[in-house]
């Protein structure tokens, strides 16, 4: 079935570190992707997505780019910041039918220290 | 617009006891989800309704939980009765409409619900 594999966390970075966090999928046909974030006491929010290949997503300086050849859809930045400490889930839209519910990764713990 | 609103923030119960989760997603959107998150599970999808009625119920986990959608800005998860293993925290997300990319799901705050 479709499923979506994060890298495991905690994630543990100083300020202006550079982020990847990974993300692989299985899927068949070709499923949109997404980053959300979820931030200490709330739920999650959309940061980004992605709807085909070679898309790249982007958002307060966070980017992920579609890769079918890999399956893949890492999400990067190039230099944190403390604010960006939260919970990044991974996730793909249901397929072969366009209009089912999201799959999400179980989701990635990042923390940045000053 | 408030955004999902969902009640109550935290709950704590005694096992056998039941428990009802309240959900008010944003006005006009005809898709209303339930989620459960845990550690060791993470975010896993109970149920979804569309225009108020029940589409996908096979993440429910079992017989003890029910959900409804009355109307259009209310929905509730019940837990009757409800065990240790429930804890966990319970989101309700709404959306537009179910076209993926299209429509983005917003979230609630959440209820942590801890069963002693």
């Known amino acids: 079935g479709n499923s979506v594999t994060q890298m495991e966390g905690p994630v543990t970075l100083s300020e202006e570190a550079f982020l990847t966090i990974n993300c692989t999928y299985t899927a068949t046909g070709y499923p949109s992707l997404f980053w959300y974030v979820q931030y200490p006491g709330e739920g999650l929010q959309l940061l980004l997505k992605a709807t085909k290949a070679d898309d790249k997503g982007s958002n307060k300086g966070f980017e992920a780019t579609y890769r079918k050849e890999t399956t893949s859809f890492h999400l990067e930045k190039g230099s944190v910041q403390v604010s960006d400490s939260a919970v990044y889930f991974c996730a793909l839209s249901g397929v072969p039918q366009a209009g089912t519910a999201l799959i999400f990764g179980k989701g990635t713990t990042l923390s940045v220290s000053s | 617009d408030a955004g999902v609103i969902q009640s109550p923030r935290h709950e704590v119960t005694e096992m056998g006891q039941e428990v009802t989760l309240r959900c008010k997603p944003i006005s006009g959107h005809d898709y209303l989800f339930w989620y459960r998150q845990t550690m060791m599970r993470g975010l896993e999808l109970l149920i979804y309704?569309?225009?108020?009625?029940?589409?996908?119920d096979s993440g429910m986990p079992e017989d003890r939980f029910s959900a409804k959608m009355p109307n259009a800005s209310f929905s509730t998860l019940k837990i009757q009765p409800s065990e240790p293993r429930d804890s966990a925290v319970y989101f309700c997300?709404?959306?537009?409409?179910?076209?993926?990319?299209?429509?983005?799901?917003?979230f609630g705050p959440g209820t942590r619900l801890t069963v002693t």
């Open positions: 309704f569309n225009n108020n009625v029940p589409i996908d």
């Open positions: 997300a709404s959306s537009l409409g179910l076209g993926g990319a299209s429509y983005e799901q917003y």
